[in-house]
């Protein structure tokens, strides 16, 4: 029974798909739920999935075809059987028989069965090979000073004129966060403000209670969690960072939705955690490790990622020692993590070395001024320096 193979049922949010490759080939056997193929859409990559065991029989749309909701993308069948691992080698042996002998019969020089070998393994035209004989027979000699030679051609080509390239087009997320980050710089006025954060007591903590809180709570105690209960208590001290632009008017958002950025293969993704206020440290770590590995792997669903009221980027998982994070519209304002990095610093008047971290925060300047931004970082900074401040929310 042929079964239609559609793509998924794209949210009101999403205006239609890319389809990002074939993980089947047609005519292949397949299992019931494994992956045939995946649809790239703005925001994430959806998987299409077999129904049933079966055969794939007809691939309809190809790869980079733009495929809208619910539109038939292949044909399946239930009933179908693959050819057997014997039959193909058959029909293979068969192929390579024929082109053995079409190519002994296209030429009129005589050559023995070792000669004859060569020259189908290597698929050369005998007619081309120059015969050291006078009566035109090729010998051994002759087709292996031949293929010598096409390989010293063919190197001095490659040294004297070859720059190897290759073109691929850009993918559909690729292409949107380009013209989104385009569009941010264009449209708003970012401006960054930065600080530095003294992280010896938060790696005291972790070095005191890490094992003891993975144990608990079956889940590692991170940075990120500390930064997100910060930026939370932060963005309740001042709401206008938590606001965004809609036109011309500003919302205010009641909630804190924080976005975590992931950097995948496919591009930057951020998931978002809703309701970030509420949750507790040990839920906000379990969060943020479940979401980078859904990123990682294309399982993020589009209601994971819609939304979002404040964003928090960590470039120092690659060494990052200070950047400036682009927004992330139409939110006020970002937070930019860094490496960690032992540095000089004075404290109380004498010289010691101190994990230090560089914090970077921009920010859209038709709303914010400074003045709110640089209090913001600050109170980031305060409560991270002095982690008693987290749990008296201060």
């Not at 299992?31 to 995946?38: M, P």
């Not at 709110?372 to 991270?384: D, G, N, P, T, Y």
């Amino acid at each position: 029974m042929v079964i239609e193979i559609k793509s998924p049922t794209f949210p009101e949010s999403v205006a239609d798909g890319t389809v990002a490759n074939w993980l089947k080939k047609e005519g292949e056997q397949v299992n019931q739920d494994e992956i045939l193929a995946e649809i790239e859409t703005d925001k994430v990559v959806l998987e299409v999935v077999a129904p049933t065991n079966g055969v794939l029989t007809k691939i309809i749309k190809k790869e980079g075809d733009v495929v809208n909701s619910a539109e038939v993308i292949g044909e399946f069948d239930e009933d179908q059987e693959v050819k057997s691992l014997k039959e193909e080698k058959t029909e293979a042996k068969a192929e390579e028989l024929q082109d053995e002998t079409q190519i002994i019969k296209a030429t009129n020089k005589k050559s023995g069965p070792a000669v004859k070998k060569i020259v189908a393994e290597n698929n050369i035209d005998p007619e081309a090979i120059e015969s050291s004989r006078k009566d035109n027979r090729l010998t051994k000699a002759d087709v292996i000073n031949h293929l010598e030679s096409q390989q010293k051609n063919a190197q001095g080509s490659v040294a004297v004129s070859s720059r190897p390239e290759k073109r691929v087009p850009m993918t559909r997320l690729r292409s949107t966060i380009a013209k989104r980050l385009v569009s941010v710089q264009q449209e708003t006025a970012m401006l960054t403000t930065f600080n530095e954060v003294d992280m010896l007591p938060i790696k005291e903590l972790r070095s005191k209670y890490g094992q003891e809180f993975e144990k608990q709570h079956g889940i590692k105690l991170g940075f990120m969690g500390f930064f997100v209960i910060a930026a939370v208590q932060a963005l309740k001290k001042f709401p206008i960072v938590n606001a965004s632009i809609d036109g011309s008017d500003v919302v205010y958002h009641g909630y804190q939705d924080i976005g975590v950025a992931v950097s995948t293969e496919r591009g930057l993704v951020v998931p978002i955690i809703k309701d970030a206020d509420t949750k507790s440290l040990p839920d906000l770590e379990r969060s943020i490790f479940e979401y980078s590995e859904k990123a990682r792997d294309s399982k993020l669903t589009i209601d994971e990622m819609q939304g979002g009221t404040f964003t928090i980027s960590n470039g120092g998982v690659f060494g990052s020692l200070l950047s400036t994070p682009i927004l992330n519209a139409p939110q006020t304002a970002i937070l930019g993590m860094h490496a960690i990095q032992e540095r000089p610093v004075a404290v109380n008047g004498q010289v010691v070395i101190r994990p230090m971290m560089y914090l970077a925060m921009s920010y859209d300047h038709r709303l914010l001024d400074g003045k709110e931004a640089v209090r913001f970082l600050v109170s980031i900074k305060e409560q991270l320096e002095s982690p008693e401040r987290l749990l008296l929310n201060l």
